[in-house]
């Protein structure tokens, strides 16, 4: 069964970056297409970015397109999000989630599997 971990957190400055990764154990993350969502109080968790395993396409949301970066490493069975020139909107609570099928969502993902546990980002002065 698949699981999956985020790491990479932190309090950064706007127009800072930080690096998220996602972990994945007990399966090949090759396998499962892997998202990134975010969450505010108060607010639905969204889709930020996607990386699809059915052909290593990417999504990404209009709010992040240019600044944010996402990227598998097999080798590391690891789903990364390089996020740059942070602004205080992309404060929140960020999870990846696996999932399979084939989608156009920004999922990637048609049907989900699991969620990792989170990792909080606040972008502040």
């Known amino acids: 069964q698949l699981q999956l971990k985020e790491s990479g957190g932190g309090l950064v400055q706007p127009g800072g970056s930080l690096r998220l990764s996602c972990a994945a154990s007990?399966?090949?993350?090759?396998?499962?297409?892997i998202a990134w969502f975010r969450q505010v109080p108060g607010k639905e968790r969204e889709a930020v970015s996607c990386f699809s395993a059915h052909d290593a396409s990417t999504r990404y949301a209009d709010s992040v397109k240019g600044r944010f970066t996402i990227s598998r490493d097999i080798a590391k069975n690891t789903v990364d999000l390089q996020m740059d020139n942070l602004k205080p909107e992309d404060t929140g609570v960020y999870y990846c989630?696996?999932?399979?099928?084939?989608?156009?969502?920004?999922?990637?993902?048609?049907?989900?599997?699991?969620w990792g546990q989170g990792t909080p980002v606040t972008v502040s002065s």
């Open positions: 989630a696996g999932g399979f099928g084939s989608s156009d969502s920004l999922t990637c993902y048609r049907h989900h599997e699991v």
């Open positions: 007990g399966y090949t993350v090759g396998y499962y297409s």
